[in-house]
């Protein structure tokens, strides 16, 4: 292995560890709001170390940009959805049943 | 909110936007446009007819300046929740807290709300008239989340432009406090 592609697996490492900080928050956390912290900040800053790990793999232009581009668009995503669903949840006007 | 006419440079520029991104899509296959052309055409047609945002977009040094900030502060927000979740005993104090918002320009309250959530202990839960409810992982301390609002809005403020956000702050520190214990879905938990 290169010192490029040991650094590549360093980054993806870390960020697996973000994901499973993330899923780790999503069942200790005590309520729908606060879980939402966890999926929107450490899955983000997981997917960002992964796209970073792949890119410096060497993937080529296109295919560097289509990974830049999957993470920004699920980095937008997530935080309109976890706005929707926080908005929801704190209304209870949403179909929760209470 | 006003809704400006599409103009001819605009649809031209959406038009290579979507170029390039079908390209990056589907790869230089020349086949692949049979379908990409139809495509790019309708997504064209789509943006012009459905985006109707107010505030324009933001000015472009200040949004190259703001990306290492914005890549910093969620890396601080990422290691803050994974601190906070993984440690045998969880440190959190979950809340509402409520903060008057004074931007203005609709486009940089979009680019606010959803630049909030990715930032450290702050979650951007309503936002009704200039009423913004943020939910915090640690609220016991309003004070401090005003600041780190403030500071955000500050720095959204003048990558679209806006003064007003600036010249406020120091002037009129006012704020809003809700007690932690009106989090109805932490008290049922």
Known sequence: MTPLSWLATAFILAGLFFFVAGTVGLMRLPDRLSRLHALTKADNVGLGLLVLGLLLEGPGLLSGIKLVLIWLFVLVASATGAHLIAKRALRGDGEDAR | ?189
Request: proline share 6%; charged share 20%.
């Open chain 2, 1 to 189: 909110m006003t809704r400006s006419k599409p103009t001819l440079g605009a649809g031209l520029r959406r038009l290579v936007l979507f170029a390039g991104a079908w390209l990056v899509i589907a790869g230089t296959d020349p086949t692949s446009w049979i379908i990409g052309v139809p495509a790019v055409i309708a997504a064209t047609w789509a943006s012009l007819h459905l985006s109707r945002r107010a505030g324009g977009s933001p000015r472009l040094l200040a949004a190259l300046a703001f990306v290492p900030f914005f890549l910093w502060q969620s890396l601080k927000g990422a290691f803050d929740v994974a601190w906070r979740v993984m440690r045998p005993r969880m440190h959190i104090a979950p809340g509402i807290h409520t903060y008057p918002l004074r931007l203005t320009n609709a486009s940089a309250r979009v680019v606010l709300l959803d630049t909030l959530s990715l930032l450290p202990g702050t979650l951007s839960a309503d936002l009704r008239g200039d009423v913004l409810t943020v939910h915090a992982l640690d609220a016991a301390d309003g004070a401090l989340l005003d600041a780190d609002i403030a500071r955000l809005e500050r720095r959204i403020g003048a990558l679209f432009g806006e003064r007003r956000a600036s010249v406020t702050i120091e002037s009129e520190p006012k704020r809003a406090d809700v007690p932690t214990g009106q989090d109805t879905d932490a008290a049922q938990a």
